[in-house]
């Protein structure tokens, strides 16, 4: 059975970082593209960073390019996410979910809460 | 960017009834469209793939049509267990973008 397990999140301050986690299982992690989406309260959904099975592509939002950082590492079957320089906007329900390009999300963990918030 | 824009934001529907959504991309998107299903407190599911491909288990009263930039997805004979909100996605283009939603309710 596949499984996303987000953590990391919490409450932050405005202009601090944050580092979030995804432990996957349940398939080859590392032959699989993995992304961050999120979803802010009571909104819709955003695409906010993807990457490759090797790590050799990696695209951004533009609301999140040069501030947040997407990596993992396959010998963990984890999927990271830095952020840095938090904004009010950023708060919202992150979901790490996977695709298998050319395909859409296929599978989503059940999300993790960051708050950016003084 | 591509702009997705999905109709209407809320529907009413009775149980039995047959209900549709559409999604117009702002420019061709090739079929290169999914819809999710999103209950309450819950991660997205992936119902249908490429325009009209259902996933395993996916109910077939679940459908969805389309081409060039204009989409639609179908239930036929809601059930209660429908009552959710629905998201189109397109996976054409970088970056990757979503319909703004469609929250289907009970009349």
């Known amino acids: 059975e596949v499984q996303l397990v987000e953590s990391g999140g919490g409450l932050v301050q405005p202009g601090r970082s944050l580092k979030l986690s995804c432990l996957a299982s349940g398939f080859t992690f590392s032959n699989y593209g993995m992304n961050w989406i999120r979803q802010a309260p009571g909104k819709g959904l955003e695409w906010v960073a993807s990457?490759?099975?090797?790590?050799?592509?990696?695209y951004y939002a533009d609301t999140v390019k040069g501030r947040f950082t997407i990596s993992r590492d396959n010998a963990k079957n984890t999927l990271y996410l830095q952020m840095t320089s938090l904004r009010s906007e950023d708060t919202a329900l992150y979901y790490c979910?996977?695709?298998?390009?050319?395909?859409?999300?296929?599978?989503w963990g059940q999300g993790v809460m960051v708050t950016v918030s003084s | 960017d591509i702009q997705m824009t999905q109709s209407p934001p809320s529907l009413s529907a009775s149980l039995g009834d047959k209900v549709t959504i559409t999604c117009q991309a702002s420019q061709n998107i090739n079929k290169y469209i999914a819809w999710y299903q999103q209950k309450p407190g819950k991660a997205p599911r992936l119902l249908i793939r490429y325009t009209s491909t259902l996933e395993s288990g996916t109910p077939s009263r679940f459908s969805g049509s389309g081409s060039g930039r204009d989409y639609s997805f179908s239930i036929s004979n809601v059930e209660s267990e429908d009552i959710a909100s629905y998201y189109c996605?397109?996976?054409?283009?970088?970056?990757?973008?979503f319909g703004g939603g469609t929250k289907l309710e009970l009349k």
């Open positions: 979910a996977r695709h298998n390009y050319p395909g859409p999300f296929d599978y």
């Open positions: 990457i490759s099975s090797s790590s050799s592509y990696i």
């Open positions: 996605l397109q996976y054409d283009n970088l970056p990757w973008t």
